[in-house]
Structure formats: structure tokens, C-alpha cells
């Protein structure tokens, strides 16, 4: 016993100085080469099952079961077994021949990733070159849920073997897969808006075993709705399978939107696994043209004079909350006003030029877009016009005219008025009577009064303007006295 406990303590020495750095093939003092590790026949392990492990290694010095011992460390996520007992033992060793007991014992180290084996059987006995498998796990009529527990992480592994002969012992590798899908996460696409004939971004899951690795290979079926709002795959159809990559990701082709607008949802799910509930997306067609018009109108009230003019500025908003340039809009007004064609200003807003009439009022101006519907409203105040133009006489006769029976007088005028709409004129006692400037009159001997008033569109007029003059017999001539000779 002695002899054993000074030889294990040794190899442990010797294994944990060469730790992290085994000895390469072309050391001519290797004991152990060539190591590999199968999981119930597969050459790979399956994250969290509890595989039969066979792991099988060359001894280039040979190996005797009667002295010689077996150490075998692998990463902290494996567990070993204990050695069990008659045929329930979890430990044989498999030479190319035939497979021995261990009729000596198994010690796990602490942590139990680590085990020392002793044979203690002296058939056993490998040639040097030779090979040997030493057998973990549910031989027999052992208990299968003693087996080697797989890491639940996927990646690659190294696992360590060396005897108690005088060389430090050699590395390998082995692999652990992802188990079977477990999950479906949707990780990209979902709440994209897009206007029809638009695209949306490619949907993307992920695909993920019971212990959260990324499962490669498998199929995704991505498929959008048959009727409604929806979409195409830029690849045709509303339909597309792809596999899972590396990482576990499958992205699916580009979506154009349908014409129609709305809300809707793509789903993607694993066909093979149909125990794995489907991912949704949610996805929505946008309506075309504006969402939203303001309309404001400046300034907000004129005087309805028939000569006013005000401005009034839509702001289009499309469904993505952005400004909308480049429609072709409608406009009603309900009132006396007269409104322009829209002018896009290339930014969302649009002028509309309006002229103001004589009816006062408030006037709705109304600024639709056919495209979506949608419309906006904005309102103009017009103010009863209750002021006539002012006119001025500018040439009119001398105060004194002499004519033998009548004479013929002009009269000119002018106003500045901007809602002007003409002249009424009156001579003397006549009735008003509308004229324009100058206005011309034949005036009799006696004396002689001109009107003249403005008025607008709103039918005000102004205060009257007024000349006087008179007309005068002419001189009678002097006659001279003949003078006599």
C-alpha cells in the first residue's frame, strides 16, 4: 500500500508538471499518444447527455496491469463515476484482444474530474505501440444514470491521460455539440413599418438547446399571411426556409410590403421540431401619402375689402411621422374667398395663395390629399368693410368763367384707395352717375356745382369731393365814335 500511495503521489507531480503543456508526438519519452474519446459510438458528445465513454489511447512503453496505473483528467464539467461492484461495475479495460476487470480500485480525486485507476490484473498486458480503451459508464447491468455526464457548454475539450511509467502523459481533444432545439428567439426584424413596395429587413432568429447553445443546421420555415396586409419575399412567395448557421442564426430573405396597409405578423418556426412553439414578428404596411395635414393661415383675419390676400401653409406628415414633399393636393374653401394652386416648398409644407372677396365671415379653408384621404383644415376671419375710399379732385375750372351762352369744363380726380372700385360723379342737381377721370361737362351761364365720391368693392362710398365755379356772360366791346373831317 505504501509502495502505491508514494507512486500516485509521484504521478500526480509529474501530471501537474506538465499541465496545460502535454508532451508533443515526437517525444521519444511518451507514454501515453494518440488520445480520442467516443460517446456511445459517436465520435462527438451531445451537450448534457450521459453517454458510454470510451476513451482509447497508445502506450508506445506498453502497459501491465499487475503494477502499472492509469490517470485520467478531464475539464471540470466531467464527472466520473465510481468504480461499482461485480456487474454493475462503471470501469473496464478494453485491449484489442479482449476487455479485463479491474479487480484492483478506482480513486476519485477531489472534484471529481479526476481519476487514478489501478488494474491490479495481471492479464492485462499491452505490448509497446499497443492500444488500450478504458470503458466509463453503463456496462453491464450498471446503473446508465452512473454515466459520464457531457458539459452543457458546447466547444471543444481536452482531456489528459498518463501512466505511472516515467514520462509525463498526452492531451486530446474532444468535442461537445448542441442537444436538440429547444428554442426559437426572434432577435431581428420585428416592428419594421415600410410603405408598399418597400422592404423590410430581413427577419432573424436564433435556434437554442435546453442549456442555451446556439444549435447549427437546422431549418427555419419563415412564412408571412396569405391574404390582408403581408408581404413577399424578395426570393418570391410568402414562404422561405433556411438553415441555422454557426452560431445558430437564420436570417431570412428581404420582405417587399404589400399594397395593402395595416398591421400584421410573419412567423418562423422549426418544422422538424414541432414540439418548439413558433417566434411572431410584428410588421406593418404603411398607407401612402399623408398621415396628417395642419393647415394655418396668416394672417388669421382681413377686412373683406375684394383686394386682400393671405397665405395659408400645409404641413403634410407621412405615416413614418416624417414631412411629406411631393403631392399633388385639393383645396375647398366654404366661404368668399378665392384660394391658388398649392406650391410645394420641397420641405412638407405647401403655399396656398388666397384672395379675399367682400362677404364678411369666418371661411374654412380645407386642404385634402386623394392619395391617403387624410385632410387638414385651417380658418380665415373676414371683417365687414365698412369704410368707403376717399377721392381728390386734382384739376378743376377757374372760379370764374365768361361764356356767351354755355361753357364746355373738365375735371380730373384720383384716389389712392387699394380697394378702389370706381367714381360716382354729379353736376349740379343731376343724379349721381358713375364716370372716370377726367370728366367733361357743358356748363350754362350761372353758377355751377361738381361731385365726385369713391366707392369699393364692398359697394361703401366715400366722402364726396366738390368744385364750384360760374359761368359768365362775356364783355360786351365798346363801341368807338366816328370822327368827322
Partial sequence: MRKLIVAGALAVALFAAQAGSPTGPDSAQAVVRDISVSFGGKAYGVAGERPRYAISFRLPQGFYGGNDEIMIEGPPQMQFPPLGNGANRNYWISTPTTTYNILGNVHLQPGGNKIWIEPKNTSIGVPMNGWLEVQIGAIGASDPTLNMLNPTTAGKYQISVMTTRDAPGWSGYFDIVAADPAALQATGGSG?????????????????????????GQTVRFALPEDGPSGEFETGGRTAEVATNAEGYAISPAILASEEAGAWQATAELPDWPAVGPVAFGLENLQPGAKRIDVAVD???????????????ASLIDALDEPLAGQELE???DGDVRAGEPVDNGDGTYAIPLAVGTTPGEVTITVRDPESGAEGTGTLELKADTTGPAVTITKKPRKRLRAKKAKRVSFRFASGAPDLAGFECRFDKKAWRACTSPAGYRAKRGRHRFAVRAFDHAGNRGPEATATFSVKPKRKKAKRAKRKR
Avoid: I, K
Fill in 192 to 216: 419594421q413599418r415600410a410603405f408598399a413596395g418597400q422592404e423590410f429587413e430581413p427577419l432573424v432568429v436564433r435556434a437554442r438547446d435546453q442549456y442555451g447553445n446556439a444549435v447549427s
Fill in 299 to 313: 394672417p388669421p383675419s382681413l377686412v373683406a375689402d375684394g383686394v386682400g390676400t393671405a397665405e395659408a401653409t
Fill in 331 to 333: 383645396v375647398e374653401v
